[in-house]
């Protein structure tokens, strides 16, 4: 079992910066990927980054390349997302997930956590 905790996000301007924290309790996480996914009010929870596990491979969706990168620190079984050039169609609840059940792309990850609320005003 893995529990995933989320921090880090908040209320930011266009143009700004956030940090944002998965830590993973539970399982060891070094061993398999993790990713962060969100979504908006109305629409499907959306790809944003995934990272493999030992290796550190990364991937990003389009809406975050360029912007947004994905890394993470396996002493402390954690994943941060930092997002550069935030804009406010980046409003959104973001979702640290781990363990892909299929594609590392599609939210079909065997956990999750509880989500935390970015907010990109204008």
């Known amino acids: 079992q893995v529990q995933l905790v989320e921090s880090g996000g908040g209320l930011v301007q266009a143009g700004g910066s956030l940090r944002l924290s998965c830590a993973a309790s539970?399982?060891?996480?070094?061993?398999?990927?993790m990713a962060w996914f969100r979504q908006a009010p109305g629409k499907e929870r959306e790809f944003v980054a995934t990272?493999?596990?030992?290796?550190?491979?990364?991937d990003y969706g389009d809406s975050a390349k360029g912007r947004f990168t994905i890394s993470r620190d396996n002493a402390k079984n954690t994943v941060f997302l930092q997002m550069d050039s935030l804009k406010p169609e980046d409003t959104a609840v973001y979702y640290c997930?781990?363990?892909?059940?299929?594609?590392?792309?599609?939210?079909?990850?065997?956990?999750w956590g509880q989500g935390i609320q970015v907010t990109v005003s204008s």
């Open positions: 997930a781990a363990w892909p059940l299929g594609s590392d792309y599609l939210p079909t990850y065997r956990y």
């Open positions: 539970g399982r060891s996480s070094s061993n398999y990927p």
């Open positions: 990272i493999s596990g030992i290796g550190g491979r990364t």
